[in-house]
Structures are given as structure tokens and as C-alpha cells.
């Protein structure tokens, strides 16, 4: 059974930065994409950032510059995303997913970024 648990949202000021991280178990493979997508109230679940077993990455037009992917597939694979110069759109609940028979996601953790 794979299960992803994402960690290290909270409450920031815009100019601030944050590091998300995303667990995987559940014997999934370090070759598989992982990925962050986030979700504000009333909006639709956007990609955010995805890094591929790889390390290819790719990011959504609203944060390149800004925030930075990364994977360690050291022991269980773990994936970053550094967030640097948050603005208060970033505010989202952010989730990571992997897929391999079937998408699986995390719980998702709250980012706030406050003006």
C-alpha cells in the first residue's frame, strides 16, 4: 500500500520561504515522478512542481524562479519543495502525489502566507 505524508506547512509573511516534504512508502519505486499540487478555496487543484525518478523537473508557470523540486531516493523516497519568496497567493492547502497502478495522494498541509 503506498502512502505519502506531507509535512512543513504553517503560517509565513510574504518575502518568507518554507520547505514542504513528501514521504513516500509503501515499496514504491525511486523511478517513479512524484508531484506537488496545491489547491486554493474555491479554486481548482493545480500542479505546482513534479521531479521524475530522474531528477527531471518541471514547474508551473506561477512559481518558477521561486520554488525548487527535490527528491531524495536515498532509503524511502522523500521529495522536497523549497519555497522561497512567498506571496499570499501561494496560500493553498498543498498535496503530493505519485502514480503507479492508480494515483495515489497525501493528506495535504496548509500554507498560509499572510500580507
Known amino acids: 500500500q503506498v502512502q505519502l505524508v506531507e509535512s512543513g506547512g504553517g503560517l509565513v509573511q510574504a518575502g518568507g520561504s518554507l520547505r514542504l516534504s513528501c514521504s513516500v512508502s509503501?515499496?514504491?519505486?525511486?523511478?517513479?515522478?512524484v508531484g506537488w499540487y496545491r489547491q486554493a478555496p474555491g479554486k481548482q487543484r493545480e500542479m505546482v512542481a513534479t521531479?521524475?525518478?530522474?531528477?527531471?523537473?518541471?514547474y508551473g508557470d506561477s512559481v518558477k524562479g521561486r520554488f525548487t523540486i527535490s527528491r531524495d531516493n536515498a532509503k524511502e523516497v522523500t521529495v522536497y519543495l523549497q519555497m522561497n519568496s512567498l506571496k499570499p497567493e501561494d496560500t493553498a492547502v498543498y498535496y503530493c502525489?505519485?502514480?503507479?497502478?492508480?494515483?495515489?495522494w497525501g493528506q495535504g498541509t496548509q500554507v498560509t502566507v499572510s500580507s
Open positions: 521531479i521524475s525518478g530522474s531528477g527531471v523537473t518541471n
Open positions: 509503501g515499496g514504491i519505486s525511486s523511478i517513479l515522478p
Open positions: 502525489n505519485t502514480v503507479r497502478d492508480r494515483i495515489y
